[in-house]
């Protein structure tokens, strides 16, 4: 189905294609892990008892990094890729809407980088 079919549908994503998919598929992800970030940082660990040893400590976990860097990667596409979408829904097109695109792209691989040497640094200890 696509957006020239249904002129109440106003999303630049192909319905089914592959950008539409990962986009659902990251916002399943990240429910889940933010309800467990919720749980784990405000019922499990209360405000108060949250430190740094403590961080250390839960990124010493290898099932905690890898969901935590999995967290950044699917944050980090999740987000960028809804702002592309919602420039091109507003109307961007040619070399803006290329401009767009690598400049989002290029901020989604520094927003990375700098995330996972911060979660090394965690994981380490300074």
């Given amino acids: 189905m696509s957006n020239s079919n249904n002129p109440e549908r106003v999303s630049s994503f192909a319905y089914g294609g592959t ?3 990962l986009q659902r598929l990251t916002a399943a992800f990240l429910v889940v892990v933010l309800a467990f970030h919720f749980f784990l940082l405000h019922f ?3 405000a108060p008892e949250i430190t ?28 960028t890729n809804g702002i592309y979408n919602a420039l091109v829904n507003q109307g961007i097109e040619g070399t803006q809407k ?29």
């Fill in 44 to 46: 499990a660990v209360h």
């Fill in 19 to 21: 950008r539409w998919l």
């Fill in 98 to 126: 290329q401009a767009a695109k690598w400049i989002l792209v290029v901020a989604s691989l520094l927003l990375f980088v700098q995330g996972a040497r911060v979660a090394w640094q965690l994981t380490v200890g300074f």
């Fill in 52 to 79: 740094f040893a403590g961080s250390h400590f839960r990124m010493q976990q290898l099932g905690y990094l890898v969901t935590m860097v999995l967290f950044l990667a699917t944050a980090t596409f999740h987000g």
